[in-house]
């Protein structure tokens, strides 16, 4: 196990995404570094990138944690109730995108580690990660290109990792109490540590590196249509559906709230506006339909 290695690559990897971005966007992400004082249960420090009413970008973020407890919160034992009570180190970044053209979609990344100390035993160490893609209008082409630049990034490790993690990318992804997906998923892999340490790390930088290529072909395509009032509401309207998943479904979130993590940045994801209606269906026939009936649904799009 090597923790600095990890540490090493995300820092860079957040660096490489951030100044990608920035360019893409036209003005720079603020830089708020920070560090948790001595005597707080938590420890650590990190690097919260971000930008607010962008160019590109009305709200995104690209962010570095590396933290340590003395006890697993309950969201990272859940499936491994044999290291409750256990401390931790805890490393990563995850970034979420939230342009203002309603055609370019939202995206979300993340690669992480965690490593479990229990007390008089071995370290346990496993890694998760993936990338999803929510889009407010479908465009079958950026669907296909995100789908299979997952894919590839995936091909070196073996035929099953991609079907596999796209599965459990659709199967998390999932808003339970609306009976519908998020988006149009991507990849997505969790308490992993099949062939130890070194493989584990190895599928987490074959994701992080991919993340670029994925999606910003994506966003020159879009960025330029032409939008008004309606795509906008409609926007704001889907986003009220990935606050929901935030907050009452993501396992990353809950361990940072759980854990006594820095609040402002776990929160980094949540969209700038976002909008409700009261048993709200778009019209039959209207592109906001053709989001549900066309992309809203399981599909092999690689």
């Not at 650590?44 to 570095?64: A, I």
């Not at 256990?86 to 995206?107: D, M, Q």
């Amino acid at each position: 196990m090597d923790i600095a290695a990890v540490r090493r690559y995300l820092l860079a990897l957040q660096d490489r995404i951030v100044t990608a971005l920035e360019a893409a966007d036209g003005q720079a992400f603020v830089r708020d570094a920070w560090t948790r004082p001595p005597g707080e249960r938590l420890q650590g420090d990190g690097l919260t990138r971000l930008v607010e009413e962008g160019g590109l970008f009305e709200r995104g973020g690209c962010n570095f944690s590396h933290v340590r407890g003395p006890h697993l919160p309950p969201s990272a034992t859940q499936h491994r109730p044999e290291l409750t009570g256990a401390a931790f180190e805890a490393l990563g970044v995850s970034l979420v995108l939230h342009p203002h053209n309603p055609y370019v979609p939202t995206v979300h990344m993340n690669v992480r580690m965690l490593a479990a100390l229990p007390e008089g035993a071995e370290p346990v160490t496993w890694f998760g990660g993936g990338m999803d893609l929510t889009p407010y209008y479908g465009f079958e082409e950026d669907a296909v290109h995100f789908h299979r630049t997952c894919r590839e990034a995936l091909a070196p490790f073996g035929d099953d990792k991609y079907p596999r993690f796209k599965r459990w990318c659709d199967d998390y992804f999932f808003l339970k109490h609306r009976n519908e997906p998020r988006g149009i998923g991507g990849i997505f892999y969790d308490d992993f540590n099949e062939g130890g340490f070194d493989a584990g790390f190895a599928i987490t930088r074959a994701v992080g590196d991919a993340f670029l290529g994925a999606y910003l072909p994506i966003v020159e395509r879009r960025r330029g249509l032409p939008y008004g009032q309606r795509e906008r509401d409609f926007q704001a309207y889907r986003r009220g559906r990935y606050v929901e998943f935030n907050l009452v479904w993501d396992r990353g979130t809950h361990f940072g709230l759980q854990s006594g993590g820095r609040t402002e940045s776990i929160l980094m994801s949540m969209p700038p506006l976002a909008q409700w209606r009261y048993r709200w269906a778009p019209e039959p026939g209207t592109p906001e339909a053709r989001l549900y009936s066309d992309f809203l649904v399981p599909r092999d799009w690689a």
